[in-house]
C-alpha cells in the first residue's frame, strides 16, 4: 500500500498579482524537483479544462457574464472537483505545486467588494497549503511588465484593490518573496523555502483543511 509506505506529498501555493511571476517560477521549480528525483506535478487554478474551469474561462475572456457572487462560487467549485485528486496525489508522495488557490478566490472577489467572510465560505474543508508563497510586487511595476492583456482584472486599478485584499489575508506562516528580483535570485529563495516544507511533510506533518 503506497499511501501508508511513503512519506506525503507537499501542497505548495503560489500567490500574487498578475504578471507576478508565478508562472514563470511554477515552471522553474517544477523542473527542478523533477530532476531532483522527486515526484511533483504542476497545477493551476483556475482549471479551464473541466466543464466548471470552461465557464470560467469565458467569463475571464470576457465572452459571457456572471454576476459576482455566481462567479465566486465557481471558482470555489473548480477547486472541490479536484479535491479527491489532490487528497490522493499528496497521501501517494506527489508534491503538488499550485499556481493559485482559495486565496486568489478570497482576494479578488473581496477586491469587488463581496463579504470576506462570505468568500472564505466556500473554501472550508478544502486542504490546506503546507506553504503559500506570495510573490511580492506593486501593482504599477506589474503592469509595466510586457502590459496587461484583454482578461477581466488585467487594469491597474483593480490589481491595486486586490493588493490590498492579499495584505488582509496575510498571515504570519507566508513567506513573501520579493517578485522583483531576478528570476534566478527568486528561484533560489523559492527552492530554499520549498525544500524545507517539503521535509516537514516528509517528516509526518499531517495534512489539514482550510479555514475550519
Ligand atoms: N482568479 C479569481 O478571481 N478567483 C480564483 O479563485 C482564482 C483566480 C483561482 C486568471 O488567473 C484570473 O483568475 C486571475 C485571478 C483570477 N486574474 N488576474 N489578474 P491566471 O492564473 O490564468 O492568470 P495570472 O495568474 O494572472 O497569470 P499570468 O498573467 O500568467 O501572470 P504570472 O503567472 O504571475 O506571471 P508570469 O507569466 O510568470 O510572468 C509575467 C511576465 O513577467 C512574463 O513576461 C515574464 O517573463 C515576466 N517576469 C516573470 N518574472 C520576472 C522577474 N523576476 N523579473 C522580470 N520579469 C519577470
Redesign the pocket.
Known amino acids: 500500500n503506497k499511501e501508508s509506505s511513503s512519506p506525503r506529498g507537499a501542497l505548495i501555493v503560489l500567490e500574487?498579482l498578475?504578471?507576478?511571476?508565478?508562472?514563470?517560477q511554477s515552471g522553474r521549480l517544477y523542473k527542478y524537483l523533477l530532476e531532483q528525483g522527486h515526484s511533483v506535478e504542476s497545477w493551476?487554478?483556475?482549471d479551464r479544462n473541466t466543464g466548471v474551469g470552461q465557464m470560467i474561462s469565458s467569463y475571464?475572456t470576457n465572452e459571457s457574464q456572471l454576476e459576482d457572487h455566481a462567479i465566486h462560487l465557481l471558482?470555489s467549485a473548480n477547486r472541490w472537483e479536484k479535491r479527491s485528486l489532490m487528497e490522493e496525489k499528496l497521501k501517494t508522495g506527489t508534491t503538488l505545486i499550485v499556481?493559485?488557490y482559495s486565496y486568489?478566490?478570497v482576494a479578488?472577489?473581496s477586491a469587488k467588494g463581496l463579504d470576506i467572510g462570505w468568500c472564505k465560505a466556500p473554501e472550508i474543508g478544502l486542504l490546506a497549503p503546507d506553504l503559500v508563497v506570495y510573490l511580492d510586487i506593486s501593482p504599477e511595476k506589474a503592469a509595466e511588465?510586457?502590459g496587461y492583456g484583454d482578461?477581466r482584472?488585467?487594469q491597474l486599478e483593480f490589481q491595486k484593490k486586490v493588493a490590498g485584499s492579499y495584505l488582509a489575508l496575510r498571515d504570519s506562516s507566508w513567506k513573501v518573496i520579493d517578485?522583483t528580483?531576478?528570476?534566478v535570485d527568486?528561484e533560489k529563495k523559492l527552492r530554499e523555502v520549498v525544500l524545507d516544507c517539503m521535509m516537514t511533510c516528509h517528516k509526518g506533518k499531517p495534512l489539514s483543511q482550510l479555514w475550519r
Open positions: 500574487g498578475d504578471r507576478c511571476g508565478k508562472t514563470s493551476r487554478f483556475p475571464l471558482f499556481d493559485r486568489s478566490g479578488f472577489s511588465r510586457g482578461e482584472y488585467e517578485a528580483l531576478s528570476i527568486i
